[in-house]
């Protein structure tokens, strides 16, 4: 109770509640989303393996839905930068310099931990390199995100000129990129076309409901362009789904032959819009809710932990997992995901993971601070682990 009070004092008048819980509340969809998505099957030689549930439970799609919530964190990322923005009095690469300086720490932070860890874990303790391989991709899955997030953040200067000039439309030609991309791999000369034209819908795929975030800030989104971001963007959903044959789920499934999120369609956006226009509606209502203390000061912690949840929930769930794994399959664990029993243990399972998760971010956090105590040689040593692991899990 003193520690609510603590931070209840301390809170700011002028604070907006409401964006900051609709952060933490997208920053608990991306754990919630891997651990109840992300299952592990067991291999002859005794690794693991990526498994989904949705490859045996197509109905589960829904449950991305809900938990598909970038669109959520890029609006209130855009928000929040483009209000930081506007206070910022000096260079705006100074401005730039902090907020990507806030980025990189945790993510130096964990690739460099866990590129020491595959060398302890395979010669120490004899972790197969499928297990290690499984790992990497699992710990670099939620980094794609911090990587496109930071080229964003580099793009706040033109999006909130964008917003000046167009208000709520600024985000229009980035929907009708992708609309065009789609159109063009998804139609009927979509084989003959390059692979890698999908990768131009990343950068406006994401950037759509961070543009809508800069504008809102900018007072240029009123309660009527909410309402059709909201029942427009829902309509376009629904036809993507029924009309247009767009996958159900939000997030890859194994062995099928298109993908919604990676690179984003048209599908996330249709998403996105409908997400943003009831966050933007549900804005009063939320900041009223949170002004009590004992729902506000959980909103102040997960927002003060964001980049170690981001990091580091992938590594939690494989604590418990590669342990697990020696002794054979244990259900919601290690095993391949295709009962319904399975799906009762991992919920069970879920605060193993969220234990876990707090245990490692006790120490994980301190990469969040600035490293003001470390020399060149420490730095010098991280970045080189770092850039080890990335070519070891990207291989």
Known sequence: MKIVQAIESRTPAHRDRAVDGLRA??????????????????????AIRNASPLSTFGGLAPVSWVLQMLGIFFLVGGFASALSYARHTGPARDWLKGRLARLGRPVLGVTAVWAALLALLHYGFGVPEGTLRTASTL???????????TVITALTPYCVRAARRLGVWAA??????????DALRYGPYGEALPGWLSVVNILPG??????????????RVTRRHARGLLLGGAALFAALLLVFGYPA???????????????PSL?????AAAQSGAAIL???RLGRLLRRPALWAP?????????????????????AAIPASYGGELAGLVGAPDTAGWILARLAWMPVFAALLVLIGRYARRFEAPWANTGPALRATAGALAAGFAVFALA
């Open 25 to 46: 509340l997208a920053l608990l969809a991306v754990p919630t989303g891997h651990w109840l998505l992300g299952g592990f099957a067991l291999t002859e030689d005794g």
């Open 139 to 149: 710990v670099v899955q939620p980094l794609w995100f911090v990587g496109v997030y």
């Open 267 to 271: 599908l996330v956006l249709a998403l």
């Open 206 to 219: 994401w950037m759509f409901a961070y543009q809508l975030g800069v504008s809102w800030a900018a007072g």
């Open 299 to 319: 909103v102040v912690v997960i927002n003060l932990s964001a980049m170690t949840i981001l990091c580091w929930h992938q590594t939690a769930m494989l604590a």
């Open 172 to 181: 229009a030609p980035l929907l009708a990129t992708v609309a065009v991309v």
């Open 249 to 263: 789920s939000m997030v890859g499934v194994p062995g099928e032959a298109r993908t919604n999120s990676h690179p």
């Open 282 to 284: 549900l804005r009063e």
